[in-house]
């Protein structure tokens, strides 16, 4: 057991103060009254009242004292930890060019389940700064690395396809960015998760060039293709309205390969959410680093006891004062 409020005991100061002027100083507390000498009666026989007059008074004493007892908040310990915050920094490089609108994952798009599995991913982290780029012919940064999720999620929200209002896929500008916002980090552990459904065929940076950039600056890249194998379909509008146009899987997952293993990460394939997710799953619980923070603990209060019976005390014996030992005055 131990005390949430230890201070409080410094009331015992004042509640031995107390008893010492009540019990010595007592003519002082009572209202002078003469009366003849007593002395004679010294002598006869006392009964069980006068024998345990200081009853009452003690009681008092000793409900003040379980009162201050209960002020000093008592409480038992359940647990105690020490905590552990496994942060990194972490860009998410996030595709937006036109294919992104197939519906491989009839009904939603490529661009939809990817927004919602990353989402799912940024709620799961703690302490982690994560930022976001978008990208296409160009990258764009989103939203810089913060540990504010909230505006994170709500930047997620807008990008759409076309956001960059340019067209093909510039992967090597995409890592390119993302490694500029994370060569000044002083985390242990720096990644990029990067996110597509094509190869790149647009930007000045070569993917080879940009994964070796980036491994240099010790920033480890997930890579993740997105879409079915095959054929897909991607609405497109025509002179007759929307039409559902077939295209074919582009995804150059040898390059993407070379990417990961680079840089010391994985390259996954996501055809379906459920894979989707599974795979911000596993680079969830792949990329952790501990950081030990204050040991944490849970308590139980144990103060109502002690005030209850201190409160009985008092109200006994207050009550026996005016009663069983009633003085006059």
């Known amino acids: 057991m131990n005390f949430a409020n230890p201070e409080a005991f ?164 995409a890592i390119a960015t993302a490694s500029n916002h994370l060569k000044r980090s002083t985390a242990k552990s720096k990644v990029i998760i990067l996110v597509t459904d094509g190869r790149n065929n647009s930007g000045e940076i070569d993917p080879e060039t940009a994964a070796k950039a980036a491994a240099s600056l010790n920033i480890k890249i997930y890579t993740i293709g997105v879409g079915i194998r095959g054929e897909s379909k991607i609405p497109v509008e025509t002179v007759w309205g929307k039409q559902l146009v077939p295209i074919q899987e582009d995804i150059d997952e040898p390059a993407l390969e070379d990417i990961a293993r680079e840089t010391g990460g994985r390259y996954y394939r996501a055809a379906s959410t459920k894979e989707f997710n599974e795979i911000f799953g596993e680079i969830d619980k792949l990329e952790k680093t501990e950081i030990k923070g204050p040991t944490t603990h849970e308590y139980r209060d144990q103060y109502l006891g002690w005030l209850i019976v201190g409160m009985i005390l008092i109200t006994s014996g207050c009550g026996l004062q005016l009663t069983i030992w009633r003085t006059i005055p």
């Not at 103060?17 to 026989?45: Q, T, Y």
């Not at 998410?92 to 294919?99: E, Q, R, V, Y």
Request: with cysteine.
């Open 10 to 173: 410094l009331l015992f100061i004042f509640l031995g103060l107390l008893v010492w002027l009540r019990e010595n100083k007592s003519p002082v507390f009572r209202a002078k009254l003469p009366f003849p000498s007593l002395d004679a009666a010294k002598s006869l026989p006392g009964t069980w009242r006068t024998q345990f007059i200081r009853m009452p008074g003690w009681l008092i004493y000793v409900g003040l004292g379980l009162a201050v007892i209960a002020l000093a908040r008592p409480r038992n310990l359940l647990k105690g930890e020490e905590a552990h915050a496994r942060g990194i920094d972490i860009m998410i490089a996030l595709d937006t060019s036109g294919s992104m609108r197939a519906l491989d994952f009839d009904p939603k798009d490529r661009m939809t389940v990817a927004k919602e599995a990353t989402k799912n991913f940024i709620l799961h982290r703690q302490y982690d700064r994560i930022g976001l780029v978008a990208f296409a012919g160009v990258a764009l940064l989103q939203c810089p690395l913060t540990l504010d999720y909230g505006p994170l999620i709500e930047f997620l929200d807008q990008v759409e396809v076309g956001v960059t209002t340019t067209e093909n896929t510039a992967i090597g500008t």
